[in-house]
Each structure stands twice: as C-alpha cells, then as structure tokens.
C-alpha cells in the first residue's frame, strides 16, 4: 500500500493505491481544493506583516509581498533563516525570518492536510500503519516542515528520490503508453476509481447511487426499480454524480426514457438499470423491464466539464452537510410512503368503496384528510410516518372485507369437485 500526497500551489491532493504484481489499484482519493503553496506563502506574509503592524494597501504592495513571502519560503528550503525582503508605503521593509517563524505560522494548513489524509484512509477502510511508503508529489512539498509532518504521520520517512515537480508527467506518460497499447506486454498496469458516486433519480427528488465513490474501474453495478402508478407504461430515467441525497444538490449528467413498459400495477414491474463504466471513464447506463425485455441505453463521461477543484468541493459539501441531508431524506421517503399509501387507498375505493357502511368510509375519509394535510405541510418525518401508520392500521379491516369479495366472486358457481 502506497500513499501519494500531492501538495501543489493552489490544491492538495491524497491518493491510496495498492500495488500487486504490478498493477497499482487506486483504493481511495481526496483532498483539499483551496489549499496549496500560494495559501503558505499568503500565511507568512500575514505573519510578516502583523511583526510589524504594516498592512498592504495596493495591489502592487500585494504582488510585491507575496512575492517577498515566496522567496524566503524558498530559501527556507535550505536554509535555518532568510530575509523577507519588501517595499511598502516607499519603504523598504528587510526582515530576517527564521525556519521555525515559518512552521509556526504555517501550522494549521500542514495539519489541514493531514485532517484530508485521515478522511482518506478512512474511506479506504485502512491505519495508517499499513502504508507502507510515502511517495511526495508537487514543488510545495519541499519544505522541511511538510516531510517532517507527513513522516511523523505515517511513521516512515517520505520518499523524496524523484523530483516532486516531475513525477506527475512522468506517472502519465507511462499510463498515456499503456493505454495506447505500445506496451501490451508492460508490468505496470493502473487501476483507476471513481471520484464521485453515480446513481439515478428515485420518486421525491432522492437519489439512490448505484456506483459510489472510489469504486475501482472498470466495473459494472446494477439495480432493480419499478413502476409507481398503476398502468404505467414508461419510466424516465435521470443519471445524476454526486454525493448528497437531492437531486437538486447533485450534478445532472444524462436523462432517457423507458418506453414500453407492459401496462401492471403500481410495483409489479421489475426494471434492472445496470451502471457499466470502462477503463476510460466512459458510463454507460441501461434501463431494461425484465418481463418484456423492452430496453433504453445511453452513453455519458461523467468527468466531462468537471475540474479537480469541482469534485473536491462537491466531496466537502456531501461531508458539511450529511447530517441535514439525511434529515431531508427522511422527510421526501415519508412523504413518497404516504403519498403512495394515499393513491393505492383511493384507488381501492373507487372499485370497492361499497363494502364499507358510511360510518367506515367516513373514518377512512377523516384518516386520508389527516394524512394528505401532514403531507401537504409537515416536515417532520416521524409524523409523517405516524399519519402513514394511522391510515394502514384504519384501513386493515377494508383490506379484509376486499379479499374476502374477492374469493367470493372467484368462488361463485363453483363445486367442491371442480376446484
């Protein structure tokens, strides 16, 4: 097990990978979109400037000072003290800084890094003692403070031989070789993931995810739906990334249709939508009734159009905000449970309505209203369950009085013999 920690100017990023008689598994990824060199160098000008009670008023005095900041943050590098060297307000500003002013003002963005790493290894289901190499990637990882931080993380000194600035045009030229298959015999093979979950869209604007996040490709996933009203005979399909429960907090990658479905009841259908991605990133997604064996199909590449920084932001949204999305799911899934309860008992007494007296009929009534009122303004999932809850348990002895006309017609002017 490896992990490559990428620290670049303006993003981080965390990769665990497997390797196993040459083929490198990615079993996990993350980061952090807004962190990078730049934010290092934006911290010890900060610090410089607060030593000195000055603050940079033009953009020029800005420029100058970050740049001031960069240059001793390089210096740094190799040596125990460097000057930060600026001109402000026309005066020129020449401070000596020394290795252990710059890790005292940069503390909290090296630890942010390592909070990211945690996240990681925790999707990857893995202790950090189980890694067992370090691989630094990206020019900002040069600085002693970062090494020092990462190999008392991982207990194992990082590994520095190759140059942090370089590996990644290296990584993928080899990768770009292999896929153009100039080296079908190579003893390198990667295995990429996934980087955000892939689902579709369920009734009430949920989503039910098919394929999650840092699912290793390629790979193939599939999974049953039905229909929700009765006769329906066609079924829209909407493929969304993502990982919070709303649709509408998700990104839209394709939608089709399912035309042909034979006409059933509400639920009887049974519609397999398999996932398939390759090894490209390449999605395709297919809707097929299993009965009839009608069938819709449509090609999509779910990374089209989105940047890193894009994916990292969608993952910290889905983190920041899980617990107020699982609270909202409960509430659509209480809603779509009622709103079905409600339609399935309409329907039965628009055809057996009769077997009730009307002081039945009017409890049921009452029950439906109470119902539809609580669905129509509660958002409170426990009541709304418990509305639900009311109107099966009122609605048991018109269940019973239906069946029992039933086997009654079924059994009128039969005999004992015939059956």
């Known amino acids: 097990l490896y992990a490559v920690y990428d620290l670049g100017g303006g993003t981080f990023d965390i990769s665990i990978l497997r390797l196993t008689q040459g083929v490198f598994e990615v079993i996990a990824t993350g980061g ?6 730049d934010d290092y160098d934006t911290a010890l000008a900060d610090w410089v400037l607060a030593q000195h009670g000055l603050q940079a008023q033009s953009p020029e005095e800005k420029t100058a000072v970050r740049m001031a900041a960069r240059a001793c943050k390089e210096a740094l590098t190799d040596a125990d003290s460097a ?6 307000a026309g005066k020129s500003l020449d401070f000596a800084v020394t290795r252990a002013d710059f890790d005292a003002a940069t503390a909290d963005l090296t630890k942010r890094t390592l909070s990211a790493v945690r996240r990681t290894l925790r999707d990857a289901q893995l202790d950090r003692e189980e890694v067992q190499g370090v691989v630094m990637v990206g020019g900002s990882t040069r600085m002693p403070q970062v090494q020092a931080a990462v190999g ?3 207990g194992k000194e990082p590994l520095t031989n190759l140059n942090p600035d370089e590996v990644v045009a290296l990584g993928a030229s080899i990768q770009a070789n292999q896929l153009a298959g100039n080296n079908s015999a190579g003893d390198l093979l990667l295995l990429d993931v996934i980087p955000l979950s892939l689902g579709v869209e369920t009734m009430g604007g949920l989503v039910e995810r098919i394929v999650g996040r840092n699912e290793t490709i390629p790979t193939a996933k599939a999974q049953d739906f039905t229909t929700y009203k009765d006769g329906q005979t066609a079924m829209a399909i909407h493929v969304v990334q993502g990982e919070r429960d709303l649709v509408a907090d998700c990104r839209s990658l394709a939608r089709f249709e399912l035309r042909g479905i034979p006409a059933m009841a509400a639920g009887a259908a049974r519609i397999r939508v398999t996932f398939t991605v390759d090894a490209d990133g390449l999605l395709s997604v297919s809707a097929k009734e299993q009965g009839s064996g009608v069938e819709a199909t449509i090609d999509v590449k779910p ?4 940047s890193d920084d894009q994916i990292a932001k969608m993952l910290e949204d889905g983190f920041a905000t899980a617990q107020e999305d699982m609270r909202q799911r409960a509430v659509v899934e209480a809603r779509v449970d009622a709103d079905r309860l409600l339609m399935a008992t309409q329907s039965a007494l628009d055809i057996d309505g009769d077997v009730l007296s009307d002081k039945e009929r009017a409890d049921i009534d009452a029950l439906m209203q109470a119902l539809r009122k609580l669905h129509a ?5 426990a009541a709304l369950e418990a509305g639900t809850q009311a109107l099966a348990k009122g609605t048991e002895q018109f269940a019973a009085q ?12 039969k005999n004992i013999q015939t059956l």
């Open 152 to 154: 008392e993380f991982f």
């Open 83 to 88: 000057q930060f060297t600026a001109t402000l």
């Open 303 to 306: 990374s089209y159009g989105l």
């Open 32 to 37: 952090d979109s807004a962190l990078g060199g």
């Open 402 to 413: 239906r069946m029992n006309r039933g086997i009654r017609e079924a059994l009128a002017g």
């Open 377 to 381: 303004t509660s958002d409170d999932a």
